[in-house]
């Protein structure tokens, strides 16, 4: 029931993933009916349409996959906004690899941690009320270390720059208002 909720609650981020993995171009956004707004540093923010409601999202990959041998697909962060649903804020990650479903993954924010949860290729705060919390470390942080183990049994970590964070979640968030 929770995993359900889990997917439901991200699939226009996972929508959004899965057309920008497809095409990792310029031309995913087209594909995914996503519009670039602005970039910032390492973050752009964009806005999409999911089921004729508007989305908006602050979004970044990472800058470093270690081990760096292992072969995977884009990986991509997301912070999104559903002013439809009254939704703010919602983390979700896509790892473009899958993991092992149901195991606690961790974001460390500059030695913050955050217990995480995984489901395929995605990843999302284990608890919701922690969200509003691990935003908060993104806006005060440089750096999120995602580790994650991948179904295969390989511990990963996911690199993510925060720099441009703040900006890019600020223009999300009035596009959106």
């Not at 906004?81 to 979700?92: G, Q, S």
């Amino acid at each position: 029931m929770m995993l359900t909720r889990f997917l439901r609650r991200f699939a226009p981020a996972i929508a959004l993933a899965g057309a920008m993995m497809a095409a990792p171009s310029g031309g995913a956004l087209a594909q995914s009916g996503a519009t670039l707004l602005d970039t910032f540093n390492d973050w752009g923010a964009y806005t999409a349409s999911a089921d004729g409601a508007k989305v908006c999202y602050a979004l970044s990959q990472p800058e470093r996959r270690l081990p760096e041998e292992l072969r995977r697909g884009a990986g991509y962060l997301f912070v999104s906004f559903r002013p439809a649903e009254n939704v703010r804020n919602e983390v979700a990650v896509v790892m473009g690899f899958p993991t092992r479903d149901g195991q606690d993954a961790i974001a460390d924010v500059d030695g913050t941690r955050f217990t995480m949860v995984t489901s395929g290729e995605n990843v999302w705060i284990k608890d919701p009320a922690d969200e509003g919390r691990l935003v908060d470390a993104f806006l005060a942080g440089s750096e999120l270390r995602l580790e994650v183990v991948s179904g295969r049994g390989n511990e990963t970590t996911d690199v993510y720059s925060l720099m441009g964070f703040t900006a890019a979640l600020r223009r999300a968030r009035e596009e959106c208002s």
